[in-house]
């Protein structure tokens, strides 16, 4: 009985094998950035994901906003954490050599610039260093070039930016997308046609919360980014209006606490998909999707590509 489970086990991770560009992924479970970091791999074997993307870091070393700075809503989280990270220098100087020694899986890094070329000069910083696998490109940044625009919002900025970042690396090249634009789809084939090997999306939501006895705002900044709960029928319906429209795989986010919610995101046309908000009420999401997938998939005899953009309108 014992050595039939662990035989299920075994196919199960079979099946739940996926692959981004370049990258092999051994599960299609992911940690979105800024949600979660190696202290939380204590809780369980991290074997349960394929890749590990480590909270965005930016050229030079950022405080963050005041607090407060996150808000429990109805239906998710509303965060201004500032994009707080100890810079690139610390980051490769201090944080690498952890991630090195403590990770068994992929590192992907995320990192955000403020110019086209301080996006350049960190990616061949970045090359310079072993044990990274690939690179999330947070674009949801205001750039100085560009009257402080967020970067991810204009689509010929984002060709010229991946079109440049593109010669840098061979490594995996993923451009994690906002949907804080008018239309996701002109960005997400701005991306492809420039380089892209995957994308991610999607990033938080505008939000915000507001005392209604005293009027005062929940965080410190007004206006924060909305994840978690809320934003998954959005995220769903960028993720499959996004798929129609690239061949490049997709790491999916947005709302997904359990391994329904993944599969939701994996017949919409993920390739992948990422947990966040989760961590924050449950440490054990990304586990408890790995099985739940896995049972899945084993029952109905399916692999990941059987599902991936198969979802049906009757
Ligand atoms: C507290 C917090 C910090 C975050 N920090 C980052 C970040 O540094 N870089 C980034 O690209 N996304 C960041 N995000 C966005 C998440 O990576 C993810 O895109 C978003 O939360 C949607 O997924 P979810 O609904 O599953 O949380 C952050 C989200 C939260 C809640």
């Not at 750039?143 to 010229?160: K, L, S, Y």
């Not at 005392?211 to 998954?232: A, E, F, L, N, P």
Request: glycine share 10%; aromatic share 6%; net charge negative.
């Amino acid at each position: 009985m014992g050595n039939n489970v662990m035989k299920q086990r075994q196919d199960a991770g079979e099946q739940l094998k996926t692959s981004l560009g370049v990258l092999k992924m051994k599960t299609p479970i992911s940690v979105s950035s800024g949600t979660f970091d190696l202290e939380t791999l204590e809780f369980y074997d991290q074997n349960c994901l394929g890749a590990f993307v480590c909270k965005t870091i930016t050229r030079e070393p950022k405080k963050g906003n005041p607090p407060p700075r996150l808000y429990e809503t109805e239906a998710g989280l509303i965060n201004s954490i500032g994009l707080q990270n100890p810079g690139l220098d610390m980051f490769i100087k201090e944080n690498l050599p952890r991630y090195r020694e403590e990770l068994s899986v992929p590192l992907i890094v995320s990192f955000s610039g403020s110019s086209t070329d301080e996006f350049c000069e960190m990616l061949e910083m970045l090359e310079a260093q072993e044990g990274i696998d690939g690179y999330e490109i947070n674009i949801s940044c205001p750039n100085v070039e560009n009257e402080g625009i967020a970067f991810g919002t204009q689509a010929d900025v984002v060709h010229n930016l991946v079109s440049r970042l593109k010669p840098l690396t061979k490594r995996e090249l993923c451009i994690k997308l906002s949907p804080n634009v008018t239309d996701i789809t002109e960005i997400a084939k701005a991306a492809e046609a420039g380089g892209a090997t995957s994308l991610a999306l999607i990033n938080s939501l505008y939000g915000m919360a507001v005392d209604h006895q005293t009027g005062m705002s929940r965080i410190k900044m007004g206006v924060g980014g909305y994840t978690g709960m809320g934003i998954k029928p959005v995220a769903l319906a960028l993720t499959y209006k996004t798929a129609q429209v690239v061949d490049i795989p997709i790491v999916a986010m947005g709302g997904i606490y359990d391994w329904k919610d993944a599969l939701e995101f994996i017949w919409a046309g993920a390739s992948a998909i990422a947990l966040g908000t989760a961590h924050f009420v449950n440490p054990l999401a990304a586990p408890e999707v790995m099985m739940g997938l896995g049972d899945y998939l084993l029952n109905n005899n399916k692999s990941m590509n059987d599902i991936k953009g198969a979802c049906r309108f009757s």
